[in-house]
């Protein structure tokens, strides 16, 4: 099992940028961990934003691609959404969340919310024009 917690959403400006932080702790044994970022807008389906595993191997979804980058801090136990050139659009509720690394590469899951075991509280961002 892995704990997640964010931190770091807020209210910006479109054209802004925030980071969002997810500390993570825990595992799955011997299989490894993907972590992800997830969002959900109000009325709409969560949406994957990017994945990260512990290589450092990323990947990103269609929308946000050139604008956000994941990294990660082993030392601190922490995955980073770097939020650049906010739009309205990007309002919604960021989830980080974790699933065990098995058949398929992490990169592969970032579609597959239902295949993440854990999941974090989730940290509004809302972005205004």
């Known amino acids: 099992q892995v704990q997640l917690a964010e931190s770091g959403g807020g209210s910006v400006q479109s054209g802004e940028s925030l980071r969002l932080s997810c500390r993570h702790s825990?595992?799955?044994?011997?299989?490894?961990?993907?972590l992800a970022w997830f969002r959900q807008a109000q009325g709409k389906s969560r949406e994957g934003i990017a994945t990260?595993?512990?290589?450092?191997?990323?990947k990103f979804g269609d929308s946000v691609e050139g604008r956000f980058t994941i990294s990660q801090d082993n030392a601190k136990d922490t995955v980073y959404l770097q939020m650049n050139n906010l739009t309205p659009e990007d309002t919604a509720m960021y989830f980080c969340a974790a699933a065990p690394v098995a058949e398929n590469p992490c990169s592969g899951l970032l579609h597959l919310h239902f295949l993440f075991r854990d999941w974090g509280q989730g940290t509004q961002v809302t972005v205004s024009s």
């Open positions: 825990g595992g799955y044994g011997v299989a490894g961990v993907c």
């Open positions: 990260i595993d512990k290589d450092g191997t990323v």
